[in-house]
Every structure is written in structure tokens, then in C-alpha cells.
Antibody, heavy 123, light 106 residues
Framework: EMQLVEAGGGVVRPGGSLRVSCAASGFNFGDYAMSWVRQAPGKGLEWVSGVNWNGRDTNYAASVKGRFTISRDNAKNSLSLQMNSLRAEDTALYHC????????????????WGQGTLVTVSS | SYDLTQPPSVSVSPGQTASITCSGDRLGNKYTSWYQQRPGQSPVLVIYQDTKRPSGIPERFSGSSSGNTATLTISGTQAMDEAAYYCQAWDINTAVFGGGTRLTVL
């Protein structure tokens, strides 16, 4: 069974940093691009970042570019998101999701999704 | 930036057909995926590449896309289909989600 389990969420002050991670199992992690998608409380889904299968190509939403960094370790079946200069508007449940192919491209979709890890930015 | 627009809410009676639209500039030239999210749960893929249904998704879920609009159709809607539904497409190599539609089965 394919599974994605996020960890590392918590409460952080504005301007602070946090690193969240996602452990993958049940599929060949190194064959797929991966993404982070967040959902603020009571709001819709917002794509945050993605990385291709070998980690060499990354992309970010405009709202996080320059502050967040996505990375992966295929040997450990792990995806990470380093979040710096956090703002109150970054408060959300952060889901990792598998992309259906090796690249972040128009023919792909997200499946499966993890349960998410909650990041709260508050003073 | 590329935007996808969905109606905030749609209501349907049990057994009837629900249609949820997603609008974007020349969306028909892109691939649209649809996700179902029940309260307190993670999103689940219900349609990909405009019209394809993943294994395990009931046949009552179908999708179409043309021009500027993609549509998710649920035939013979059941109470268990009550959820939020999100469309998604790619703008070059960044993903975009619609604002979501809350489906109420009355």
C-alpha cells in the first residue's frame, strides 16, 4: 500500500524557521516527482512546491519563492521542505503528494496524498 | 498567474446529477484533474487527464473539458459524495488549484 507520512509541524514565531518532512513507502520513490500542497484552516488547496524525480529541478509558488526550499533523498525515500522567514499567512496543514510522473508537467496529477502536518506561525 | 474559478457551492438531491465547473483561460488545452476532500480527510483523486477515472473510483464520477471550462459530473449522487471538490491544472511547471466547490446532497 502506498503511504506518505508527514512530520515536523509545530508552532513557530513570525520570522522563524521550520523543516517538515515526508516519509514515503509502498512505491519506488525515486521514480516520481513530489510536491507539497498546503491548506490554511477552513480554506482551499494551494500548491507550494515541487521537485522532479532526481531532485535537480524544483519549482515554487510565488508566495513562498525565496523563503522555502524543497529537497529529496531518494536513498531514504524522504521529501523535505525547509521553511524560512515564516509569516502568519503560512499557517496551514502541509500535505506531501506524489506526482504521477517523473517531472512537474501538464500531463501529471497528484496521487496519493499524505494526511498532512500542521504548521502554525504565531507570536 | 493562471487562475481557475469554481462555484463556491452546489446542491443536489440524492439520485440526481451534480455538475461542478472549473473555468480558466484555454483550460481545454490543458489537462484537468479533480480531487474530492471529505471533512477532516486528505484529498483523493477522482478524475485525471480530463476524463480518466482511477481504479476504485465509482463509475458515477465522470469528467469533460472543452474551451475554457472543465466539468466534473456525478451521476446518481449519493450522500457519501458530499464533500469539497477541487480542480487542478498546470501552468507550465507550476500547479494551480481552483478555489473549491462544496457539494451538498440535500
Amino acid at each position: 500500500e502506498m503511504q506518505l507520512v508527514e512530520a515536523g509541524g509545530g508552532v513557530v514565531r513570525p520570522g522563524g524557521s521550520l523543516r517538515v518532512s515526508c516519509a514515503a513507502s509502498g512505491f519506488n520513490f525515486g521514480d516520481y516527482a513530489m510536491s507539497w500542497v498546503r491548506q490554511a484552516p477552513g480554506k482551499g488547496l494551494e500548491w507550494v512546491s515541487g521537485v522532479n524525480w532526481n531532485g535537480r529541478d524544483t519549482n515554487y509558488a510565488a508566495s513562498v519563492k525565496g523563503r522555502f526550499t524543497i529537497s529529496r533523498d531518494n536513498a531514504k525515500n524522504s521529501l523535505s521542505l525547509q521553511m524560512n522567514s515564516l509569516r502568519a499567512e503560512d499557517t496551514a496543514l502541509y500535505h506531501c503528494a506524489r506526482v504521477s510522473g517523473r517531472y512537474l508537467s501538464r500531463q501529471n496529477w497528484f496521487d496519493p496524498w499524505g494526511q498532512g502536518t500542521l504548521v502554525t506561525v504565531s507570536s | 498567474s493562471y487562475d481557475l474559478t469554481q462555484p463556491p457551492s452546489v446542491s443536489v438531491s440524492p439520485g440526481q446529477t451534480a455538475s461542478i465547473t472549473c473555468s480558466g483561460d484555454r483550460l481545454g488545452n490543458k489537462y484537468t484533474s479533480w480531487y474530492q476532500q471529505r471533512p477532516g480527510q486528505s484529498p483523493v483523486l477522482v478524475i485525471y487527464q480530463d476524463t480518466k477515472r482511477p481504479s476504485g473510483i465509482p463509475e458515477r464520477f465522470s469528467g469533460s473539458s472543452s474551451g475554457n471550462t472543465a466539468t466534473l459530473t456525478i451521476s446518481g449522487t449519493q450522500a457519501m459524495d458530499e464533500a469539497a471538490y477541487y480542480c487542478q491544472a498546470w501552468d507550465i511547471n507550476t500547479a494551480v488549484f481552483g478555489g473549491g466547490t462544496r457539494l451538498t446532497v440535500l
